[in-house]
């Protein structure tokens, strides 16, 4: 069976598979299917199948940004590996780059379950985890083990813990950089999240400076500095994603992640008693307004910095209409889960075609 039968039969499975998944709670339906994955990948030739099924390979998909050579420009989103559990898993499936996260210096549980929705007329979720990890010392345990990493790039998204006061956050974020940076190759600031109370609160342009210029100052005195984006939501005003621009140019960081998921909640067409819980819409809504933002980003600073664009990529079109707006790489989760692991390879394919 050649590689488009193989992928033909995985998709279909795929759709056969997904109305029980999609029956379950999210979040254990999650925990289901990477679990099942890493029970797959140990059977003899199980990597192997995958990765040639999933994986595309061409030097016409490789990229440079930021100093750092991405094998394609496809990557994963903070938020499905939390603790650096599945990044070879992951990696199989054909990413580019890989963005652990959100971590913050002590274990934390995250906010009370239920946490997570489906709002499958919108192709959507709304999510209100809360910076759930085992912490910052799990996941640099568990990267440290990592010995061939094979071209693939890992992110640290790193964030501040529920109870730590906005006035010490700065403290937070410098454990995490300080316990991830022999780790991986780039880190994110996480200020945007909106389900830990008053985050979105060091979205204000002073003290987001503070934090990004610590840890700048940190950064530049390393051998050899790591590339430090900041992550946003795409709630901001025009105003405010000025602000954006004078920063990261101010403090010299590498760039911007655009965006986060959404507290907005217009024109969804899913049952009222779902669209109402608490949380950050991600998927498709979010589509048209992350590409907004990452066309203004990119045309406000004339192509200053790299962004990578998240927010509702669903197909190769999707993906493409972000990097014509500006965006140099790309990120999945929502849109990942929807459609499946061939999104990635799809998405490849759109690029060279």
């Given amino acids: 069976m050649n590689i488009s039968a193989c992928l033909a039969t995985f998709v279909y ?91 913050t210096p002590r274990p934390q549980p995250g906010n009370d379950k239920p946490r997570m929705f489906r709002l499958v007329a919108d192709e959507a979720l709304i999510n209100r985890m809360g910076f759930n990890n085992q912490g910052a010392d799990v996941a640099a345990g568990r990267l440290q083990k990592i010995t061939d990493r094979k071209g693939l790039i890992i992110g640290g998204n790193i964030g501040k813990n529920k109870l730590t006061p906005n006035e010490d956050a700065v403290h937070d974020y410098v454990y995490c950089f300080h316990a991830l940076f022999s780790y991986v190759d780039y880190f994110v600031v996480n200020v945007s999240s909106p389900n830990t109370p008053g985050l979105r609160d060091l979205q204000e342009k002073e003290p987001l400076k503070h934090i990004l210029n610590t840890l700048q100052e940190l950064n530049m005195k390393k051998p050899a500095p790591k590339p430090i984006l900041l992550k946003i939501a795409p709630d901001l005003t025009k105003s405010q994603l000025d602000d954006i621009v004078e920063i990261v140019t101010e403090t010299k960081i590498a760039g911007v992640i655009a965006t986060n998921t959404t507290i907005a909640r217009e024109g969804l067409q899913s049952p009222a008693n779902v669209v109402n819980e608490m949380g950050g819409v991600s998927g498709r ?10 066309r203004y980003l990119a045309e406000k600073s004339n192509h200053t910095f790299p962004i990578i664009g998240v927010g509702g990529i669903h197909s190769a079109e999707d993906a493409i209409e972000k990097l014509e707006a500006g965006a140099s790489l790309v990120q999945l989760y929502t849109g990942f889960v929807y459609e499946g692991p061939a999104l990635v390879r799809n998405i490849c394919k759109g690029l060279l075609r």
């Fill in 13 to 103: 499975m795929y759709k056969l598979v997904k109305p029980l998944f999609f029956s379950m709670n999210p979040e254990l339906a999650h925990h289901q299917v990477t679990g099942g994955l890493r029970k797959f990948t140990k059977v003899w030739g199980a990597k192997s199948l995958l990765k040639s099924i999933y994986t595309l390979e061409d030097k016409r998909l490789e990229r440079e940004v930021f100093g750092l050579k991405f094998k394609n420009p496809v990557g994963l989103a903070a938020g499905f590996d939390k603790n650096a559990e599945y990044i070879e898993e992951m990696a199989g499936l054909g990413f580019g780059f890989i963005e652990i996260g959100t971590v």
């Fill in 285 to 294: 809504p979010l589509t048209k307004r992350s590409t907004e933002v990452i």
